[in-house]
C-alpha cells in the first residue's frame, strides 16, 4: 500500500477529533507537483529553490510541523494528567487492608483504556513521523534537489513527536502498575470476577497488522540515518486481546471514570 493511503486509513481509525492535526500529505503532494511542472522549464536547481511555488511548499511543511509538534505536546501532557491520576488510585487501593474486587476491575479496565490511547498517540507520533520522511523523498526525487536529510536532522528530529522519552515511560509504568493490580487480585482470590479476555486468538491490532496475544509492539521510525535517539523501548506486556477486544463489557464506561477525567 502506498504511503498516501496508508496514512489515510490511520487517520480514519484514529480518534476523529485528531483528524485536522494530522499531516495534510495530500496536499503536500499537489505542491510538489507544480513545483516539479515549473522545474521543466527551468534552468537550474538554483531556479526551482527560489522559484515561489518552492518557497511555499516548505512554507506549508514548516506550518505542518508546528501543527503536528503542539498537537503532540498538548495531548501528551494530557496523557501525563491522567496517568498521575490513575496511578493514585492504585495507591487508595493497596492502602486497603483487603482488596475491593469490583474496584480493582474498574482500575484494570480503565489502565487498559488509557495504555490504549497512549499506543494511539505514539502511532500518531511514527506516522507522521515517516509521513515528513516520504515526503521530503518524493519532492527530492521529483525536483533533483537534495533536502530531505538536512531537514528531517535541523527540523523534524527536534520536533516534540520524534523523540518522546515521557511518553515511552508512561506506556511502561502503565503496564507495570496492571500487572501489580492484576497480581493484588490474584493474591486476594477474586480473579474470577476479573472478566478480560486472555485467549490466545490472533487479533489486530491498531497498526493493521496481525499480532498474537503475548505482546504488542512498538513501531519502528524508519530510516536508521534519520531516526532520532532515544525512541526504542521494549515491547508491551499487556495481552493484545486485551488491548484491542470489541468484546468490551457494557459496564466499561463506568470503569472509564476512575480517578475523574483530565482537563479539556
Given amino acids: 500500500m502506498k504511503f498516501g493511503k496508508g496514512i489515510l486509513k490511520e487517520i480514519l481509525q484514529s480518534n476523529p477529533e485528531w483528524a485536522p492535526f494530522w499531516l495534510n500529505y495530500k496536499n503536500l503532494k499537489k505542491r510538489i507537483k507544480a513545483v516539479a511542472k515549473v522545474g521543466h522549464h527551468a534552468g537550474t536547481h538554483r531556479d526551482i529553490s527560489e522559484s515561489e511555488l518552492e518557497v511555499a511548499f516548505f512554507r506549508d511543511l514548516q506550518k505542518e510541523l508546528k501543527k503536528i509538534s503542539f498537537f503532540y505536546s498538548s495531548e501528551e501532557k494530557r496523557c501525563q494528567f491522567r496517568f498521575h491520576q ?40 511514527v506516522m507522521n513521523y515517516q509521513g515528513f520522511s516520504k515526503i521530503l523523498k518524493k519532492h527530492d526525487k521529483m525536483t533533483g534537489y537534495n533536502t530531505r536529510t538536512k531537514y528531517m536532522r535541523r527540523k523534524v528530529n527536534l ?87 470489541t468484546n468490551e463489557p457494557d459496564q466499561l464506561q463506568a470503569f472509564l471514570d476512575v480517578g475523574g477525567s483530565p482537563p479539556s
Fill in 86 to 125: 490513575l496511578r493514585a488510585v492504585l495507591k487508595d487501593l493497596k492502602r486497603q487492608q483487603q482488596i475491593d474486587a469490583f474496584e480493582a476491575q474498574r482500575l484494570m479496565f480503565a489502565l487498559v483504556h488509557f495504555y490504549r490511547e497512549c499506543i494511539r498517540l505514539e502511532n500518531f507520533a
Fill in 159 to 245: 520536533s516534540t513527536f520524534s523523540n518522546y522519552p515521557l511518553l515511552l515511560q508512561i506506556l511502561e509504568s502503565t503496564e507495570e502498575m496492571f500487572h501489580d493490580v492484576e497480581r493484588d487480585v490474584r493474591m486476594a482470590g477474586a480473579v474470577s470476577n476479573i472478566k478480560l479476555d486472555l485467549t490466545q486468538a490472533p487479533t489486530m491490532n491498531p497498526f493493521g497488522t496481525v499480532e498474537t496475544p503475548t505482546h504488542l509492539h512498538h513501531h519502528q521510525l524508519p530510516s536508521p540515518s534519520l531516526t532520532p535517539p532515544n525512541t526504542s523501548a521494549p515491547a508491551p506486556r499487556f495481552p493484545a486481546s486485551v488491548l484491542w477486544s
